[in-house]
Nanobody
Framework: QVQLVESGGGLVQAGGSLTVSCVAS????????MAWHRQPPGKQREFVAS???????NYRDSVKGRFTISRDNAKKTMYLQMTNLKPEDTGVYYC???????????WGRGTQVTVSS
């Protein structure tokens, strides 16, 4: 198995910046695609951004130009740098990852990001 642990969440004012991180650990494995999803209060979880092992990146439209996803394969760590944050960015941010040769997506427990007006 692989364990994913998010960190870096917190409270920030609108227009501010915050970076959340996800560290993978556990059995020896090769992380494939990694992604960030978020769950706003009272709403369903939604896709935010993803990055393949090779570096191909996708963002949801509402965060393009504001968020930057990156990863360090050697450290098995993924980052989401968030700038110009808006109240609608508020939610629990979850890390997700796929493993080469294993047909399952792993999820972290999430880190809370709150953006105040």
């Amino acid at each position: 198995q692989v364990q994913l642990v998010e960190s870096g969440g917190g409270l920030v004012q609108a227009g501010g910046s915050l970076t959340v991180s996800c560290v993978a650990s556990g059995r020896d494995n090769i992380l494939n695609t990694m992604a960030w999803h978020r769950q706003p209060p009272g709403k369903q979880r939604e896709f935010v951004a993803s990055v393949t092992r090779g570096g191909n990146i996708n963002y949801r439209d509402s965060v393009k130009g504001r968020f930057t996803i990156s990863r360090d394969n050697a450290k098995k760590t993924m980052y989401l740098q968030m700038t110009n944050l808006k109240p609608e960015d508020t939610g629990v941010y979850y890390c997700a990852a796929d493993i080469i040769g294993f047909p399952k997506t792993f999820w972290g427990r999430g880190t809370q990001v709150t953006v105040s007006s």
